[in-house]
């Protein structure tokens, strides 16, 4: 008799799936929102960054036009491994890539700044040591 006036018509356990829903909706959107703010990974992880994959076809693709052949620009051949890492660890390759285009200085001479993530694989590279891979 008492049964059908004291159990409530909807079980609280009833709104769990519920809020199941919306965390985990709540988990996606800020997993979302953290890896837009995540300063860490502005380019995806590149792993161990190839001088022969990664560096070589873009020094191909914007340096070896100057620096290469039988005088090359500054006297630097940039499709030699060991004059791209002297240039690198102890040179001012790193730096001309990261100067504006205002700069004289800037390389590639007369082109467009590379793009800051193909930067980041030079000094990925660098902070590896450079190494002939
Ligand atoms: C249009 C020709 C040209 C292109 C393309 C070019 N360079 Fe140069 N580079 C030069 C000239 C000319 C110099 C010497 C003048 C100077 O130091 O700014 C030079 C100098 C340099 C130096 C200084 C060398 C030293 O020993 O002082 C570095 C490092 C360099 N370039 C790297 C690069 C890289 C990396 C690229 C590609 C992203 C590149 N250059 C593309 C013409 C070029």
Redesign the pocket.
């Known amino acids: 008799m008492t049964e059908n006036t004291t159990k409530p018509r909807i079980s609280p356990h009833s709104w769990r799936p519920i809020f199941a829903v919306a965390g985990c909706l709540a988990a996606v959107l800020s997993s979302c929102t953290y890896e837009v703010a995540d300063p860490a990974l502005p380019c995806g992880d590149e792993g161990i960054v190839s001088f022969a994959g990664d560096l070589l076809p873009?020094?191909d693709a914007?340096?070896t036009?100057?620096?290469s052949g039988g005088s090359p620009?500054?006297?630097?051949d940039?499709t030699s491994h060991d004059r791209v890492a002297e240039?690198t660890l102890e040179?001012?390759?790193l730096e001309?890539?990261q100067l504006p285009p205002s700069n004289?200085?800037m390389?590639?001479?007369?082109?467009n700044p590379?793009p800051k993530c193909d930067v980041a694989l030079f000094q990925s590279w660098a902070a590896n040591g450079a190494p002939n891979n």
């Open positions: 873009l020094l914007h340096c036009g100057c620096h620009s500054a006297g630097l940039l240039s040179g001012s390759l001309r890539l004289i200085r390389m590639p001479l007369n082109g590379l």
